[in-house]
């Protein structure tokens, strides 16, 4: 029984991997989306706090689009059936980036 539900989860996972490509309109929207949550929120809790506490800032606009993420994955599992790690890896380089880019300023 082991055996076959090994077998029945990696024929799911390879289904989702060719039927997911890692260069999409999808993972593009994932990116800019979460780049602009983040950078939005960084700066909104910037105007908010005045004595240049890093710590909260990055907490705040970080952990929001974070939460946005895997709420949409999961929204994704219950409407769809297919949860994306990929979408994943382009929403936290958009955090990154959007994070990058504030402080950058």
Request: glycine share 4%; net charge neutral.
């Amino acid at each position: 029984m082991r055996k076959f539900l090994i077998l029945f989860f990696i024929i799911l996972f390879i289904q989702n991997v060719f039927s997911d490509p890692f260069f999409s309109k999808d993972k593009i929207d994932h990116l800019f989306t979460t780049f602009a949550i983040t950078a939005s929120t960084s700066l909104f809790v910037k105007s908010l706090v005045k004595d240049k506490d890093e710590t909260l800032n990055l907490t705040f606009s970080v952990s929001i689009p974070v939460l946005f993420s895997f709420g949409k994955e999961v929204y994704d599992n219950f409407t769809d059936g297919t949860v994306s790690y990929k979408d994943l890896i382009y929403d936290f380089m958009g955090i990154g980036l959007g994070y990058a880019i504030v402080r950058l300023r």
